[in-house]
C-alpha cells in the first residue's frame, strides 16, 4: 500500500506525541489506522508528475496512455537536447542533402530523417490522401510559401522541409512535442490551445487529432533509431 502525498501531509501535521505515554500513542495509532482506512477506501487521486527524462516531465503515464506503446517503452520520450544533437546518425539515402539542410538551418540531422521517415518512409514521390508531396509531405500551399516550386524534387522538398522545422522550432521555444504537433496539424491550432511547453501539451494532447498524438510518438521514437 503506498499512502499518497496528501495523507502523508496529513500524518505530518499531527501534534507530537509522548511516545511514554500509553494514552498518547494509542490515540497516535488511531489517527494512523484512519489514515490508511481513508487512503484504502478514496477513489484513485492525480499523482505527482513523475521525471521521464532529463529536463522533461510528464504527468504519470499520460503520454503513454495517448500515444500507445512503442517497441521500446520511453525511447520516444523528448530528452534534453533533442533539439540541439549535432551527433553523428545512421546514413539515409539523400543523406549528403538531409546533412546540408540541417546545418544550414541548423535542425538535427536526426530530426529530419525522423520526420521523412514517417512522412514518406523516403519514398519522393509519396502523395497523401490530403494531398501533401514529396520526401516531408508538404501542402501545395505551404511549399509555395517556403519557395518550393516542385515538392517531388528531393533537394527542393528537404530544403523547404527543414526550413519549415525550423521556423517550428522558433516559434515554440524548441520544445519537441508542440514542433511535431505543429508540423502535422498546423501551428496555429496547436498554438490555439494555449501550451507553453510540452509538458502543458501533453495535458490536452486528446484535444489534437488522434492521428497527430501518434505522429508525436512516431517521430520521437524513429529520431532515436536514427541517432548513434
Known amino acids: 500500500m503506498q499512502i499518497d502525498s496528501i495523507s502523508w501531509k ?7 506525541v509522548n511516545t511514554n505515554s500509553t494514552g498518547s ?5 488511531d489517527v494512523l489506522s ?11 487521486v492525480e499523482r505527482s508528475i513523475t521525471q521521464l527524462a532529463p529536463g522533461v516531465t510528464f504527468k504519470d503515464g ?7 506503446a512503442v517497441q521500446e517503452s520511453n525511447s520516444y520520450y523528448p530528452v534534453e537536447g533533442a533539439l540541439n544533437d549535432t551527433g553523428a546518425t545512421k546514413p539515409t539515402t539523400f543523406e549528403e542533402l538531409i546533412t546540408s539542410a540541417g546545418e544550414r538551418y541548423g535542425v538535427p540531422v536526426s530530426l529530419i530523417k525522423a520526420v521523412i521517415d514517417a512522412e514518406s518512409s523516403f519514398d519522393p514521390n509519396a502523395v497523401s490522401s490530403a494531398g501533401a508531396k514529396g ?3 508538404l501542402m501545395d500551399g505551404t511549399a509555395r510559401g517556403l519557395g518550393v516550386s516542385n515538392p517531388f524534387d528531393p533537394a ?5 522541409g527543414t526550413k519549415y ?3 517550428l522550432i522558433q516559434r515554440f521555444g524548441g520544445e519537441l512535442a508542440m514542433v511535431l504537433a505543429a ?23 486528446h484535444m489534437l487529432p488522434e492521428e497527430t498524438q501518434a505522429y508525436i510518438g512516431k517521430v520521437m521514437n524513429a529520431q532515436s533509431k536514427y541517432s548513434l
Open 10 to 16: 496529513q500524518m505530518t501535521d499531527v501534534p507530537q
Open 25 to 29: 500513542a494509542a490515540g497516535f495509532v
Open 34 to 44: 484512519s489514515l490508511i482506512q481513508e487512503e484504502a477506501s478514496s477513489q484513485p
Open 62 to 68: 499520460l503520454l503513454w496512455q495517448q500515444l500507445g
Open 135 to 137: 520526401l516531408m509531405q
Open 156 to 160: 527542393q522538398n528537404i530544403e523547404g
Open 165 to 167: 522545422l525550423s521556423s
Open 183 to 205: 508540423y502535422n496539424a498546423g501551428p496555429t491550432r496547436v498554438a490555439g490551445l494555449g501550451a507553453s511547453s510540452d509538458e502543458e501539451l501533453m495535458s490536452m494532447v
